[in-house]
């Protein structure tokens, strides 16, 4: 094959996740539920996997910070061989029961917490050791495979199970499986932050203003709320520690970044409640 047939192929599968992935949305939309009744509870949401499952769980874990703002320890990850499995190859851990068990201990996961076990095949042990560890403290799973009737999906309480089909490459899970659960992941972690209240409308007003292009988007984020003028917009900002929430709040409410702070707090953070309250 040339280059060209060659990725015109690869696109031509990539293209068939989006069917697959929308047969499962309502396991998925389940799912959001769950995770933000959780969340909103005290709880955490962990990921856990191996090989290309864990580095996606891992990738979506890390974005949330910097995306919604949240505290690092409200969304966690769990790979087979640890944090040195993210930059090279751990193959080896992902079939130990009692490491995936071990590992999932650590946590201490409870009620509260909600467990999503990722796994192409469905029945790597690693993961379903450390899911079913999971389950049996309390806490809320989730099995995300590329199989159906898998065992992580037996061993959850909600199964969201794609078949996407033979890979290209043969068995290398990378390719369809790995963006077919990179755009389950993305749902979940933005579906349930919604829910939360972390976004307004379609804007990511927790985002954490730590470089200039940020610093921009936060400007424009509170021009756009607040119905304000760019210089207002930057000054009031920067009177609010850079947080553009509780610069919204200043501006909607006429308020201080005190006052301001007392009425997120007593909403959980949640800006549209806060707005709604002010107005009632």
């Known amino acids: 094959m040339s280059s060209l047939d060659l990725v015109k192929l690869m696109n031509q599968q990539d293209a068939s996740v989006i069917g697959v992935i929308r047969e499962v949305l309502p396991a998925v939309a389940r799912a959001v539920d769950i995770i933000a009744e959780r969340m909103s509870s005290g709880g955490r949401l962990i990921y856990v996997g191996s090989g290309t499952s864990g580095r996606i769980g891992a990738l979506d874990a890390s974005e949330c910070p910097p995306t919604f703002g949240t505290d690092p320890s409200k969304v966690q990850y769990i790979i087979a061989g640890g944090d040195h499995a993210l930059a090279h190859a751990s193959e080896a851990s992902e079939d130990s029961a009692e490491l995936g068990l071990k590992d999932m201990a650590v946590k201490v996961p409870g009620a509260n917490d909600v467990v999503v076990g990722i796994a ?6 690693y993961t379903l050791a450390a899911l079913d560890y999971a389950r ?9 495979a590329c199989n159906r009737g898998s065992a992580l999906a037996a061993a959850a309480h909600i199964a969201i199970e794609m078949e996407v089909g033979p890979e290209v490459l043969t068995g290398s899970t990378r390719l369809k499986a790995g963006t077919a659960q990179k755009l389950i992941c993305n749902m979940l972690t933005t579906g349930a932050m919604t ?12 985002l954490q203003l730590k470089n200039e292009k940020l610093v ?3 400007i424009s984020i509170v021009e756009s709320i607040a119905g304000v003028s760019r210089e207002l917009a930057l000054e009031t900002l920067k009177a609010a520690e850079m947080r553009v929430p509780v610069a919204i709040v200043m501006l909607r409410a006429g308020t201080t970044r005190a006052g301001a ?13 806060a707005l ?3 107005q009632k």
């Open 120 to 125: 192409a095949s469905g029945r790597t042990p």
């Open 136 to 144: 049996r403290q309390g806490s809320a799973t989730i099995a995300l």
């Open 195 to 206: 829910r939360i209240g972390y976004v307004y409308g379609n804007l990511m007003v927790n």
């Open 216 to 218: 921009e988007r936060g």
């Open 261 to 273: 702070l007392r009425q997120l707090q007593a909403v959980n953070g949640n800006l549209r409640r």
């Open 276 to 278: 709604e309250s002010r």
